[in-house]
């Protein structure tokens, strides 16, 4: 098991903190790790392109022509596919590109990946983002600047952590997310991975484990799902 340093959002140290070995030290299998963010990419995909085939094209239908007697190869429709503005042969039509993907092999490519950032030294807890009671985008940046220079991070924040969330969303180079929400793409797009105290302690005892996690919305959320 190994560790790493907890730090405040000055940037001093305030103790350590334990990598389980079975989450942050495990082999990274590099083929199932590929699967799942194929898996992943292709479930964001819409799936609504389409192209109209000759039935569905307007116009073309008179015979642009007699059967015999021009010399010409005959035709029966202008909407055909060799003719310009006719229908289009194989084309795309709206599918779903979902891939079905176990939950196991979710949390083992999760596990693979926050091994492979957990041995370079790419994984950093910090106690909390902003120590003020108000929101802070600059001290958001500080604290991150203090504990990584590295340029595309993935913050993990708890749910409840409104300051947070609120300090740092505006931030270029930051990605946010939930603990139970926390996944392979996001880990391996991103460079460092930063968890503050309360999400790792979440995210521990959530499903990477097997344990069931119950997702609860922030006051923030609630009340703009009521204002609309």
Same mark, same amino acid.
């Given at each position: 098991? *190994? ?11 305030? =103790? ?15 083929? &199932? /790790? ?10 964001? @995909?819409? !799936? ?6 000759? %039935? ?14 021009? %010399? ?12 310009? %503005?006719? !229908? ?16 196991? /092999?979710?949390?083992?490519? #999760? ?7 957990? @041995?370079? =030294? ?9 120590? %003020? ?14 504990? *990584?220079?590295?340029?595309?991070? #993935? ?8 300051? =947070?969330?609120? +300090? ?7 990605? &946010?997310?939930?603990?139970?929400? &926390? ?32 997702? +609860? ?12």
């Amino acid at each position: 098991m *190994t560790s790493v340093e907890l730090k405040t959002p000055a940037g001093s140290a305030e =103790g350590t903190v334990e990598l389980p070995a079975d989450i942050f030290d495990v082999q990274a299998n590099v083929p &199932l /790790m590929h699967q799942v963010v194929v898996a992943q990419q292709a479930a964001a @995909r819409q !799936g609504t392109h389409d192209t109209k085939t000759r %039935g569905e094209v307007s116009g073309g239908g008179k015979k642009p022509y007699r059967q015999k007697g021009t %010399g010409r190869a005959r035709q029966g429709s202008t909407r055909a596919p060799q003719f310009a %503005g006719g !229908g289009t042969v194989h084309g795309p039509t709206p599918r779903d590109y979902t891939q079905r993907t176990p939950k196991k /092999m979710k949390a083992a490519a #999760l596990r693979g990946a926050l091994s492979d950032r957990a @041995r370079a =030294g790419q994984v950093h807890v910090i106690t909390e983002l902003v120590s %003020g009671e108000k929101p802070s985008t600059k001290e958001a940046k500080q604290a991150l600047a203090a504990v *990584t220079q590295a340029k595309r991070l #993935l913050v993990v924040l708890h749910r409840e952590d409104e300051q =947070g969330w609120l +300090s740092a969303r505006n931030l270029p180079n930051v990605h &946010l997310i939930n603990p139970d929400q &926390l996944n392979t793409y996001d880990v391996l797009v991103n460079d460092d991975v930063v968890f503050t105290k309360a999400a790792y302690d979440a995210f521990i005892a959530g499903p990477v484990k097997g344990k069931a996690a119950k997702a +609860s919305a922030r006051s923030s959320e609630v009340e703009g799902s009521e204002a609309q």
